[in-house]
Nanobody, 116 residues
């Protein structure tokens, strides 16, 4: 499975961005997809994830009500709509996919920078 993220950039606080993660390869094997982020000097953390092929969506408390995760299965693409962005949302955002065997795949990351 290959994952390619896009959509990052520089935005002012209060603005919006939409990240995309396009999957290719053995996409039929994917069980869970999600977004993680890592700020400088901090550990990578879960932002949002779709589990069990779309049956459950979970969000970090810090993004609930502001970020929305969606998935277009026909296009093998996952989206993260980020609204009301805050400077503390600044990080490298990574797409992750896990197949039914528990093997994880990561994208190369896309930078999101929110200015105050």
């Amino acid at each position: 499975v290959r994952l390619v993220e896009s959509g990052g950039g520089l935005v002012q606080a209060g603005g919006s961005l939409r990240l995309s993660c396009a999957a290719s390869g053995s996409t039929f094997s994917i069980n869970t997809m999600g977004w993680y982020r890592q700020a400088p000097g901090k550990q990578r953390e879960l932002v949002a994830a779709i589990i069990n092929g779309g049956g459950t969506t979970t969000y970090a408390d810090s993004v609930k009500g502001r970020f929305t995760l969606s998935r277009d299965n026909a296009k093998n693409t996952m989206f993260l709509q980020m609204n009301s962005l805050k400077p503390e949302d600044t990080a490298a955002y990574y797409c992750k996919a896990v197949n039914w065997a528990g093997v994880a795949y990561w994208g190369q990351g896309t930078q999101v920078t929110v200015s105050s």
